[in-house]
């Protein structure tokens, strides 16, 4: 995916949020692809104007989307007023239209396409995924004009796998990766031989394979070149080693219901650690040993964290940004990037915000696949 240069406000679609919102706050990042932190300035950012909704008619395209008629928008309650029949219609409606949105999410297809963040050596990165840890390099990509290079990687191919996209802007070696962040998650066969490759490739080992507390499988911690986090997870043959993206979230039963609702993820599983003082939640699209999952961290007592600049985003796709926008908007998220197709290559997209201010870009699942053509 490429930058976003200029506003597209035309094409915007009006929507029912319009009446309850105001408008959305600019996105440092609203590609899925080019993530240089917003403090460095490499990013132009993208403005979005909330639209005001001034005639009902305007409301209608909205209702037809989520499956409702015309003719309910403009059936009155008796002799109600021409005047006040636009603020009624969307009082009453408000049910009726969060409950479309949010089962239009329930069946919506939806996949975890990758995850995001910031090196300081491209090249020393590749290496030590490909060598330590078993990737593939998929794909690279250098943008000379805006300064930054993408490189993909991970265990299989694009349109069928969770992916790393890694993002090296000019000139920047090292980002601050804060205390919200906590680890990507990678399922092996082996945790005690891996572990050996990765010392013998001058890897930083943090926690020696052992099971983990309170349970029986065997798992290890690594840091890479850039000090992002790795769980390894002793697992037999799976579709999908790149299994886990972790992050801390201040309230773990606002951020479950915010993910079912707004994201169309299902609660896997919920652990609590008493004595350890902290509880996960695993969220995802499909079980944990066949898809990639959310592991929500909550440690008791911590309401909110420093996320520092280093992480990004994870992008999911989606059949429709527009949809996904509005249910965001009516759970409460914040869309940081109104819906709409990128300048040059058309791709559509939308970007938002969880409670706890983590992003997340949605991409139109048939054009992420023309572009991966």
Known sequence: MVRILQPMASTIRP?????????????????T?????????????????????????SVVPQYRAFGLKASRVFRGQGNVKASRMPGNVAHASTAATQENVLEWVKQDKRRMLHVVYRVGDLDRTIKFYTECLGMKLLRKRDIPEERYTNAFLGYGPEDSH???????????????????????????????????????????????????????????????????????????????????????VGDLDRSIKFYEKAYGMELLRMRDNPEYKY??????????????????????????????????????????????AEAVKLCGGK???????????????????????????????IDFLKELE
């Open 335 to 365: 869309v940081t990037r109104e819906p709409g197709p990128l300048p040059g290559i058309n791709t559509k997209i939308t970007a938002c915000l969880d409670p706890d201010g983590w992003k997340t870009v949605f991409v139109d699942n």
């Open 279 to 324: 509880t996960i939640a695993m969220m995802g699209y499909g079980p944990e040993d066949k898809s990639a999952v959310m592991e929500l961290t909550y440690n008791y007592g911590v309401t909110e964290y420093e996320k520092g600049n280093a992480y990004a985003q994870i992008a999911i796709g989606t059949d429709d940004v527009y949809k996904t």
């Open 162 to 248: 969770f992916v790393i996209e890694l993002t090296y802007n000019y000139g920047v070696d090292k980002y601050d990766i804060g205390a919200g962040f906590g680890h990507f998650g990678i399922a092996v066969q082996d945790v005690a031989k891996t572990v050996e490759l990765i010392k013998a490739k001058g890897g930083k080992v943090t926690r020696e394979p052992g099971p983990v507390k309170g349970g029986s499988t065997i798992i290890a911690f690594i840091e890479d070149p850039d000090g992002y986090k790795f769980e390894l997870l002793e697992r037999g043959p799976t579709p999908e080693p790149l299994c886990q993206v972790m992050l801390r």
């Open 33 to 57: 692809s080019c993530c240089p932190p917003p403090r460095l300035g490499l990013v132009v950012s993208y403005c979005p104007r909330g639209l005001s909704l001034t005639h009902l008619a």
């Open 15 to 31: 929507s029912l949020s319009s009446f309850k919102f105001p408008a959305s706050s600019p996105s440092s990042c609203p590609s």
